[in-house]
T-cell receptor
Framework: DTAVSQTPKYLVTQMGNDKSIKCEQNLGHDTMYWYKQDSKKFLKIMFSYNNKELIINETVPNRFSPKSPDKAHLNLHINSLELGDSAVYFC???????????FGAGTRLSVL | EDQVTQSPEALRLQEGESSSLNCSYTVSGLRGLFWYRQDPGKGPEFLFTLYSAGEEKEKERLKATLTKKESFLHITAPKPEDSATYLCAVQGPKMDSNYQLIWGAGTKLIIKP
């Protein structure tokens, strides 16, 4: 069983479209994260979320919004996609006390 | 400003040639330093956590060490399957309830047979 799974693995879309990426973890963790990894492989935190609190990186445009239907899911919704949004997006989860983060395989988003 | 710097950016070694990767950090009140491995097309995979200066952790051909300003990932007699990007991240003081990590840009390690 995959611990952290995200779908789709690849997403190709046109500028201006709205898209969502789904993430699920079966580890029983209390915190989930979304990261953006650019072409230079640098991981940038976008959001961290547990059932109490959403922490947003202030540099993330408000076109990006996380949605958590329950503790095991944290989806990423993106409005009005732009060329600069092209990147690999990773979902991760952890128990906040240990903060060892477990990552999904990534979603490669290409905006044309 | 809290920062993590990894060096070198890339490292090419022959199989069996031992070396070290460096992760230097500036963060007040370090709560933990993490090493991850990332293979192409995959997410980072956890390797080690170090919590205090002088601490060491080992796993197969990898050994991680920690001082007050930096961490080293030593690779002994590497094999081609050790080729990957190695990422370092630090956990600072509790600034929010989620103890967010600060990530370095990684070192791409290539081991030639």
């Amino acid at each position: 069983d995959t611990a952290v799974s995200q779908t789709p693995k690849y997403l190709v879309t046109q500028m201006g479209n709205d898209k969502s990426i789904k993430c699920e973890q079966n580890l029983g963790h209390d915190t989930m994260y979304w990261y953006k990894q650019d072409s230079k492989k640098f991981l940038k935190i976008m959001f961290s979320y547990n059932n109490k609190e959403l922490i947003i990186n202030e540099t993330v445009p408000n076109r990006f919004s996380p949605k958590s239907p329950d503790k095991a899911h944290l989806n990423l919704h993106i409005n009005s996609l732009e060329l600069g949004d092209s990147a690999v997006y990773f979902c991760a989860s952890s128990q906040v006390a240990k903060n060892i983060q477990y990552f999904g395989a990534g979603t490669r988003l290409s905006v044309l | 400003e809290d920062q993590v710097t990894q060096s070198p950016e890339a490292l090419r070694l022959q199989e069996g040639e031992s070396s070290s990767l460096n992760c230097s950090y500036t963060v007040s009140g370090l709560r933990g330093l993490f090493w991850y491995r990332q293979d192409p097309g995959k997410g980072p995979e956890f390797l080690f956590t170090l919590y205090s200066a002088g601490e060491e952790k080992e796993k197969e051909r990898l050994k991680a060490t920690l001082t007050k300003k930096e961490s080293f990932l030593h690779i002994t007699a590497p094999k081609p399957e050790d080729s990957a990007t190695y990422l370092c991240a630090v956990q600072g003081p509790k600034m929010d309830s989620n103890y967010q990590l600060i990530w370095g840009a990684g070192t791409k390690l290539i081991i030639k047979p």
